[in-house]
């Protein structure tokens, strides 16, 4: 079952964010696709392993804004608790998978000089990979083991 949820999410987010990202570029909203372009130039340059870490620590920091958020009792105290963990993650350029379904395919739709083929097996992969190990191995794992 958990499998099946994580399968049809990662799924539903990427044909979501693509449409997205599609009518971003048709709605001429980003003239030449803004700063995708070099994006997804340098998102599908990483090295494999450089992918699956900046996902690792990414992820590790998002599912942190998320205990933080629901430990809060109001929405000003939400709102601060996923401020610091997100901006570090953006601020430090890790890498997200879901965030990639939007950027990058932007990038391609706009003229980026990259394939899908690269999109998919050079970033979304390696990202996806770490982005599941940080949420799982290094957040969900402990606090289950710690808390129960």
Not at 127 to 148: E, H, I, K, Q, R
Request: net charge positive; with cysteine; glycine share 10%.
């Amino acid at each position: 079952q958990l499998l099946k949820s994580l399968c049809l999410s990662w799924l539903g987010n990427f044909i979501g964010a693509v449409g997205l990202a599609k009518l971003a570029i048709l709605s001429g909203t980003m003239p030449n696709g803004g700063a995708t372009v070099t994006l997804a130039a340098a998102k599908t340059s990483l090295p494999f392993a450089t992918a699956f870490v900046r996902g690792v620590l990414c992820n590790w920091l998002v599912c942190m804004a998320v205990y933080l958020a629901s430990m809060a009792k109001d929405t000003i105290g939400k709102a601060v608790a996923i401020w610091f963990p997100i901006s570090a993650f953006v601020t430090l350029g890790l890498e997200h998978s879901v965030a990639n379904m939007f950027i990058i395919p932007a990038g391609i739709f706009a003229g980026a000089n990259v394939s899908w083929s690269a999109f998919l097996c050079d970033n979304l992969l390696p990202v996806t990979l770490g982005n599941t190990f940080g949420g799982m191995v290094c957040v969900a794992l402990p606090f289950s083991l710690l808390f129960g």
